[in-house]
């Protein structure tokens, strides 16, 4: 298993955009990164995943356009650039490691081995 601390989050106002980034303590190259998030009353869902090499990538539905992950293998670093971000799009948000083999990608929180303590970001109206 890897450490993952999360950062980036914080307060915007609708419209904007915040950048989220995953650091790793160890050796994250071969293996999916993803991203969930967790809002106020709901349940964590799945927001975007990077495959090893960023060679594919899968984004919920209501993110998609607006969202993109991406990975720096050499940094052990994934990011979330979240653009025309919507009041909707308030959450914590967590970066989690793949416990699956690395040819295959999930979106299932029990198919990760890892998680961050997530980062808060807010959108105001």
């Known amino acids: 298993q890897v450490q993952l601390v999360e950062s980036g989050g914080g307060l915007v106002q609708a419209g904007g955009s915040l950048r989220l980034s995953c650091a790793a303590s160890g050796r994250t190259a071969s293996i999916t990164m993803n991203w969930f998030r967790q809002a106020p009353g709901k349940e964590r869902e799945f927001v975007a995943l990077?495959?090893?090499?960023?060679?594919?990538?899968d984004y919920l539905d209501s993110v998609k356009g607006r969202f993109t992950i991406s990975r720096d293998n050499a940094e052990n670093t994934v990011y979330l650039q979240m653009n025309s971000l919507k009041t909707e799009d308030t959450a914590v948000y967590y970066c989690?490691?793949?416990?699956?083999?690395?040819?295959?990608?999930?979106?299932?929180?029990?198919?990760?081995?890892?998680w961050g303590k997530g980062t808060l970001g807010t959108v105001s109206a």
């Open positions: 989690a490691a793949s416990g699956i083999p690395w040819f295959r990608t999930s979106r299932l929180a029990r198919d990760m081995n890892s």
């Open positions: 990077v495959s090893w090499n960023g060679g594919t990538t």
